[in-house]
């Protein structure tokens, strides 16, 4: 169990503990995409003193006679050695503990080994969006890593600059959650994030089939209500600075429309199982709400023994 797991389990039982994040992945193309999840990387490094795994996978290119991919792999790998070494020569990391890590092969299995390996409590990725033509953090790819991994993945989507200013201190985070048994991991994470920054909580659950009783409907939205409310422990001071919204709409849509109008600097949604699944549903929701926000998203995966 993570240090930060510890502490959201620690807040049901009414004894806050500084939540910790030791080693986090940040995964890079090189890419402007890249550059915007790297300020925020360091942000939360150097808040919690966390070590930086500047990390690069050389995929073999494919289709290629292997004499053929031998050559073009090395050439590859020569090329991002540059690139690393021009990223670190920048004065970017200057304070912060990191570690440059080249790996080569198929992108999710040398990124589970690292993740094994170097004990990453965090995984910080950029993604360009369905339009651009990265072979690393293209559609499918990004969607694959945080369905998979099986820690937090703080991911940065298209409509995040990459300036000084992008640094990871929310003031307003929104929880988006379907009310399922497994959100109980991802409410615990937004809870003691808002609680360690003393940040506003918006949390949000989207109905998405259309009633047009209205009588049926408001009694959707009240017993939605009442789960919400067991997200929050009574006990935690920032229960009282909740606020509990229930939209009827596209959760897609709905997420980045919510984060939009109260605010939002982060939003938080919790992923279930499946993951078998994970690289082949371009269409779930918590890709495209990366793609579609106008903040970073954290995906907490369930079962994390919170």
Not at 213 to 232: K, T, V, Y
Request: aromatic share 6%; charged share 20%.
């Amino acid at each position: 169990m993570t240090t930060a797991s510890k502490f959201a389990r620690s807040l049901h039982r009414g004894a806050p503990e500084p939540v910790w994040i030791n080693n986090i992945l940040f995964l890079t193309d090189f890419s402007p995409a890249s550059d915007a999840a790297l300020f925020h990387a360091l942000s939360v490094a150097r808040r919690f003193e966390a070590k930086v795994y500047v990390t690069h996978v050389v995929e073999a290119p494919i289709p290629a006679p292997p004499s053929a991919a031998f050559y073009e792999t090395v050439s590859l790998q020569r090329e991002a050695e540059k690139k690393l070494g021009t990223l670190l020569s920048e004065g970017k990391f200057n304070g912060v503990l990191h570690e440059m890590v080249l790996a080569e092969g198929s992108l999710w299995p040398v990124v589970e080994e690292i993740i094994a390996e170097k004990n990453i409590d965090l995984v910080v990725m950029g993604t360009h969006g369905r339009k651009a033509f990265s072979k690393m953090m293209l559609g499918s790819v990004a969607e694959e890593i945080y369905r998979k991994a099986n820690c937090p993945v703080l991911t940065i989507g298209p409509g995040n600059p990459a300036n000084s200013e992008s640094e990871m201190k929310p003031r307003r985070i929104l929880l988006a959650t379907d009310l399922q048994d497994e959100a109980h991991t991802a409410s615990d994470y937004a809870v003691a994030m808002a609680e360690r920054q003393g940040a506003e909580l918006i949390v949000l659950h989207v109905i998405e089939d259309q009633v047009s009783d209205f009588g049926r409907a408001e009694q959707q939205r009240l017993a939605s209500l009442a789960r919400m409310e067991g997200l929050i422990p009574s006990e935690i001071p920032v229960a009282s600075k909740a606020t509990l919204v229930v939209a009827r709409g596209r959760a897609a849509d709905e997420i980045p429309q919510a984060a939009r109008t109260y605010g939002a600097d982060l939003i938080v949604i919790g992923l279930h199982g499946g993951k078998r699944m994970a690289g082949h549903l371009p269409g779930t929701v918590a890709y495209r709400v990366v793609c579609q926000a106008p903040c970073p998203v954290l995906t907490v995966p369930a079962g994390m023994g919170v």
